[in-house]
C-alpha cells in the first residue's frame, strides 16, 4: 500500500516505499541517524511542483513533504529531514537559470542551479556571484534560504525575490521581480509588510526559484595572507577588526586555525587570516601598501605576503580557494572539499570521511574570539575529537565561526564526535554564542534558542494558517 496520494502523477515519482514501508536508509556524511522517509519525488518543472502539493493537499492525513535543492547540506544532516515520516521532494531536477539581467545586476535561479553553473555563466563579465567556500555543485538557492555564507557577505543580502508554491498549491512571488514591461530598480523590500524573510529557514512553502543579486566585478583584486601567532590571536583580531572597520578590505576576512588549515589542504603552522583588496587598480596598490605599514607597525603578525608577489603554492589549496572565491568563481573549490573528507561531491556522503559542522555567530573582538577558541580545546580534551574553527569574519562586528569536525566512520569515532557536538552546543550556549543555522538532529535548539516565546507562537499560529493540514513537513527551524 502506498503513502502517497492516490492522484500523484506517475512522471514524479523516483522511489516508494513498498507496502507503507519507509525507504531504505540512505547515508549521510554526518552520520546523523537516518529518518524514515517513505517516498522520494523529483519534479522537472514548477508546474509538477505544485501539482504535487496539491495532491498531498487533498489528502491531509498523509506525510508531510520534505523539500530539498540538492541535498548536498554537509555537515547538517545533508538531505535528511528533521524528523520520521516524510516524503522527500527533490527540486535538483529544476535547474534552469530563467533569465539574468548585467546591467540591473540579478539572475532568476531554481533549486537546482549550482554554484559553478552560475558563476560560470558570468565569467568574463562585469557581475559576479557572492560564492562560498563549499562544493561548486552545491545549490545557490538552498544555500541562501538556509541564510548561508558566501566569501562577501551572508547571502541574504543578495535575496531580492522568491518565488513559492503555497500549501495549497497557489503560485506567489515576493520581494523584488523583474517586469515584462520594463527594468525597475531591485527593491527587494517591496510596499507594505515584506514576507520574503518569512521563507528563509522556513516550512511555510516550497521555494521554486530565487532572484539573486550579482555583484560589481572589481577592477583589481589582491589577496594578502598574514599569519598570526597563537601568542598574538587576540591583539591581531582586534587589529583585523580595526582594518576591517576602517574599510582597508572588502568582503569577509577569513581566519582558519591550525586544525582546519590541516584539514582542508592549507598552508601549516599558525593562523592564517585572509584579506580581500580590490577596487581600481590604484587603490589596489594604495590599500596594500596602507596594510602593509599597519601590519609592521604592530608587529602581531609573523609574516604578509601578498597574491601577486606570492601567488598560493600548489598544495595550498585553501589559499587557492579563497583567493578565486573573493572573484566570484568556486572552480578550486572541490580540491579542498576532496581534502576535508576525501570524496568528490557526488560522492561525499556514501564514501567521504564523517564531517560535522556547528555554525555560531560571534562578536568580532579578540576575547570573545579566543574565548571561543578555548571552548573548543576544552572540547577536544574532554572527547578526543579536536575540531577545526573558521573565523568568517561578516562586518566590523560579527563572525561567522564555522566549527568542523572530522572523524573516521567507525561506531567509537562516530559516538564521539556526536558527543563533541552536543557538548559545543551547549559550551557555546553557556557563553552566548549562538547558532545561526541548526543541523538535523539538533532542532529541539529552535526553540531553546529562541530569545522570545509569543514570538515563536506567532510563527507557529502563522504555519496553522497557511498549512494547517502539515503538507510541508516540519523542518529544522520548526
Known amino acids: 500500500m502506498s503513502v502517497l496520494p492516490a492522484d500523484m502523477p506517475a512522471e514524479v515519482v523516483h522511489r516508494v516505499g513498498t507496502d507503507g514501508a519507509p525507504l531504505p536508509a540512505d547515508e549521510n556524511v554526518s552520520m546523523f541517524r537516518p529518518r524514515d522517509v517513505y517516498g522520494l519525488l523529483r519534479p522537472r518543472s514548477v508546474e509538477e511542483v505544485r501539482d504535487i502539493v496539491r495532491s498531498f493537499a ?119 521581480w523583474p517586469r515584462q514591461s520594463g527594468p525597475t530598480a531591485v527593491n527587494p523590500s517591496g510596499l507594505g509588510p515584506n514576507p520574503l524573510g518569512l521563507f528563509t529557514q522556513s516550512d511555510l512553502g516550497v521555494v521554486t526559484a530565487a532572484v539573486v543579486r550579482l555583484l560589481p566585478r572589481p577592477e583589481a583584486q589582491r589577496t594578502l595572507r598574514a599569519s598570526i601567532p597563537r601568542r598574538h590571536l587576540s591583539d591581531a583580531l582586534d587589529e583585523l577588526r580595526r582594518w576591517k572597520a576602517q574599510h582597508l578590505v572588502s568582503g569577509v576576512i577569513k581566519v582558519y586555525d591550525t586544525v582546519s588549515n590541516r584539514s582542508y589542504g592549507g598552508a601549516a603552522g599558525d593562523f592564517v587570516a585572509h584579506l580581500c583588496v580590490d577596487g581600481t587598480a590604484e587603490a589596489v596598490e594604495a590599500l596594500t601598501r596602507v596594510i602593509e605599514g599597519e601590519a609592521a607597525r604592530c608587529g602581531l603578525f609573523s609574516d604578509i605576503v601578498r597574491s601577486d608577489d606570492h601567488p598560493p603554492s600548489d598544495d595550498d589549496f585553501v589559499a587557492q580557494l579563497v583567493q578565486r572565491g573573493f572573484g566570484g568563481d568556486p572552480s578550486h573549490n572541490e580540491k579542498v572539499l576532496l581534502s576535508a573528507v576525501g570524496a568528490t561531491a557526488e560522492a561525499v556522503d556514501d564514501e567521504g570521511r564523517g564531517w560535522v559542522f556547528f555554525l555560531p555567530l560571534v562578536p568580532f573582538n579578540g576575547p570573545a574570539l579566543c574565548r571561543a577558541q578555548e571552548i573548543l580545546e576544552q572540547v577536544g580534551a574532554e572527547t ?95
Open 58 to 176: 487533498g489528502a491531509p492525513k498523509g506525510p508531510g513533504l520534505h523539500v530539498f535543492s540538492t541535498g548536498r547540506n554537509w555537515g547538517l544532516g545533508s538531505r535528511e529531514p528533521a524528523r520520521d515520516g516524510a516524503v522527500s521532494l527533490d527540486l535538483s531536477q529544476l535547474a534552469s537559470v530563467r533569465e539574468f539581467d548585467l546591467q540591473g545586476g540579478w539572475a532568476v535561479v531554481e533549486p537546482g542551479v549550482t554554484q559553478l553553473q552560475l558563476a560560470s555563466l558570468l565569467e568574463g563579465s562585469g557581475r559576479m556571484l557572492n560564492v562560498t567556500a563549499s562544493s561548486g555543485h552545491t545549490s545557490v538557492l538552498g544555500n541562501t534560504v538556509d541564510r548561508g555564507v558566501g566569501l562577501r557577505h551572508q547571502r541574504t543580502r543578495d535575496l531580492a525575490g522568491l518565488e513559492v508554491v503555497l500549501p495549497d498549491g497557489e503560485l506567489i512571488r515576493v520581494g523584488w
Open 384 to 478: 578526543g575529537i579536536s575540531p577545526g574553527s573558521t573565523i568568517n569574519a561578516l562586518d566590523a562586528d560579527v563572525v561567522d565561526l564555522v566549527v568542523s569536525f572530522s572523524f573516521p566512520r567507525t561506531d567509537t569515532a562516530v559516538a564521539r564526535a556526536h558527543a563533541a557536538l552536543d557538548l559545543t552546543y551547549e559550551l557555546f550556549e553557556a557563553a552566548g554564542f549562538l547558532p545561526y543555522r541548526l543541523d538535523a538532529e539538533h532542532h529541539a535548539w529552535t526553540d531553546r534558542l529562541s530569545q522570545d516565546a509569543a514570538a515563536r507562537r506567532f510563527v507557529r499560529r502563522l504555519k496553522h494558517v497557511i498549512d494547517p493540514s502539515g503538507v510541508i513537513a516540519a523542518g529544522r527551524y520548526a
